[in-house]
């Protein structure tokens, strides 16, 4: 294209097609591309080998070098040039920001496990439906269980899943598909993924001011972090977070019956938005007129106790149903794995001697900051009739993962980098780049 066609921003001049994001996306895609399939590039590589040995064999988990020393130092240089380039550039369309994240996501897509074999626990919790005719709620560890998705998970016997049932009911119609297949039940789960990953980038865009789009949501869209937690790692995080981003967006828009139906959806994936639910019926009794906003709220409520219930009919053996969530329950805000671990050891070297009774004060710390949190965005929430309800949820899946959470993953981050996007403070940009390094850096090193 020479210097011809594409204007710069605010300006008459041209810049050379080498200058626009769409050189550097192409350039992206070929660099991964060129050591995925032209391996005499790299003959002294072994994360080479390991990706094809993995590849064809079927084994479950690559090497985990493979991430820490090449595809994400890989994808952060390049996306941190794209970004820069788009300064030059006209502004970018939401057409532009879906093809750039899903292009930017194939490598990825088509990569061993890198970091997690969680998507193998998925396939076993699906597998216990589909094929063994198990509950997973309720399976014993003393069943006598076979399945190629158990092995790979390295588990020595069976386990129970604490995921919601909308979500298994998912796994198992996922696992009827693929079989015995560990790559067909990989790429299956991936595909989930980044379709939740995609429609998130679409629902973003909708939501954000037009003056913030180009600016704001790439760094979420072509995000390295997130790019590799969805194509490669698959976690179901990714699927509770559209749901949950789409009853903000269906709220804003006064859809208050799918709001709240949207949000029982992310509930019955992973239970973390649970909270949420109330903050949502709080913030609608705000508004006026008060009898309609009162049967919204009602069969809004309504809608989703009992989609909530036939979610569950499937695995439903009684209290016997929810045992493991009450187990996990019990290790709400008790510090197992987790970064509070070093309030609790701060405690314990200065004021607190005994480690017992300082992990029951920071125990307790959890407790109260997390009612903290709940009051505070509430409060926020009903004083704004609803205007500030992403900053609201921003606010409480911060807070749950600070004060609620006992085991601290990385891409737990999820939750909150595609609500930062939203944030109307200048501060977001830098806050949403720096969890990011967090999360990539947390896999680096452990």
């Known amino acids: 294209?020479?210097?011809?066609?594409?204007?710069?921003?605010?300006?008459?001049?041209?810049?050379?097609?080498?200058?626009?994001?769409?050189?550097?996306?192409?350039?992206?895609?070929?660099?991964?591309?060129?050591?995925?399939?032209?391996?005499?590039?790299?003959?002294?590589?072994?994360?080479?080998?390991?990706?094809?040995?993995?590849?064809?064999?079927?084994?479950?988990?690559?090497?985990?070098?493979?991430?820490?020393?090449?595809?994400?130092?890989?994808?952060?240089?390049?996306?941190?040039?794209?970004?820069?380039?788009?300064?030059?550039?006209?502004?970018?369309?939401?057409?532009?920001?879906?093809?750039?994240?899903?292009?930017?996501?194939?490598?990825?897509?088509?990569?061993?496990?890198?970091?997690?074999?969680?998507?193998?626990?998925?396939?076993?919790?699906?597998?216990?439906?589909?094929?063994?005719?198990?509950?997973?709620?309720?399976v014993r560890e003393d069943a006598q269980i076979r399945d190629v998705y158990l092995d790979a998970t390295y588990a020595k016997h069976p386990f129970q899943t604490n995921y919601g049932p909308l979500w298994t009911s998912l796994e198992a119609d996922i696992m009827r598909v693929a079989g015995n297949s560990l790559q067909r039940g990989v790429f299956l789960f991936r595909s989930i993924a980044v379709i939740s990953f995609l429609a998130s980038v679409a629902l973003l865009w909708l939501m954000l001011p037009e003056n913030y789009r180009d600016r704001r949501l790439l760094l979420f869209a072509w995000n390295p972090y997130v790019l590799f937690e969805v194509g490669n790692n698959a976690h179901n995080d990714m699927f509770m977070m559209v749901w949950a981003i789409l009853a903000v967006f269906a709220f804003q828009r006064k859809w208050h019956v799918f709001s709240l139906l949207s949000l029982s959806i992310a509930t019955l994936v992973k239970f973390v938005p649970l909270f949420l639910l109330p903050v949502f019926l709080l913030v609608m009794l705000r508004e006026k007129p008060k009898r309609r906003i009162l049967l919204h709220a009602g069969v809004g409520a309504a809608v989703a106790f009992i989609f909530a219930i036939i979610a569950f009919l499937p695995f439903w053996s009684g209290l016997a149903t929810f045992r493991l969530m009450a187990m996990l329950g019990a290790t709400f805000s008790l510090p197992v794995y987790h970064p509070l671990l070093l309030l609790a050891w701060l405690f314990q070297v200065t004021i607190i001697p005994?480690?017992?009774?300082?992990?029951?004060?920071?125990?307790?710390?959890?407790?109260?900051?997390f009612a903290i949190t709940l009051f505070w965005i509430a409060r926020m929430a009903w004083r704004s009739f609803g205007k500030e309800l992403p900053t609201a949820a921003l606010l409480y899946f911060s807070g749950f993962l600070v004060f609620a959470m006992s085991f601290y993953q990385p891409w737990y981050l999820l939750w909150v980098i595609p609500l930062i996007v939203l944030w109307k403070s200048p501060k977001a940009a830098p806050v949403l780049i720096l969890l990011s390094i967090l999360g990539s850096f947390t896999y680096a090193i452990f």
């Open 354 to 369: 005994n480690p017992a009774t300082a992990a029951t004060v920071v125990h307790a710390i959890g407790i109260v900051g």
């Open 1 to 138: 294209m020479g210097k011809a066609g594409i204007q710069q921003r605010g300006t008459n001049s041209s810049i050379p097609f080498w200058r626009t994001p769409w050189f550097y996306l192409i350039v992206v895609f070929v660099l991964f591309w060129a050591y995925r399939i032209i391996p005499p590039l790299y003959p002294n590589a072994p994360f080479i080998e390991s990706m094809r040995f993995h590849v064809v064999s079927g084994l479950p988990v690559g090497d985990t070098a493979i991430a820490r020393t090449v595809l994400l130092p890989i994808i952060t240089i390049l996306v941190l040039v794209l970004l820069w380039q788009i300064r030059l550039s006209r502004p970018i369309t939401a057409r532009m920001a879906l093809f750039g994240s899903a292009l930017l996501v194939l490598p990825l897509f088509f990569a061993p496990p890198l970091a997690s074999g969680d998507v193998y626990a998925y396939g076993y919790y699906g597998r216990l439906v589909a094929v063994h005719g198990e509950n997973p709620y309720t």
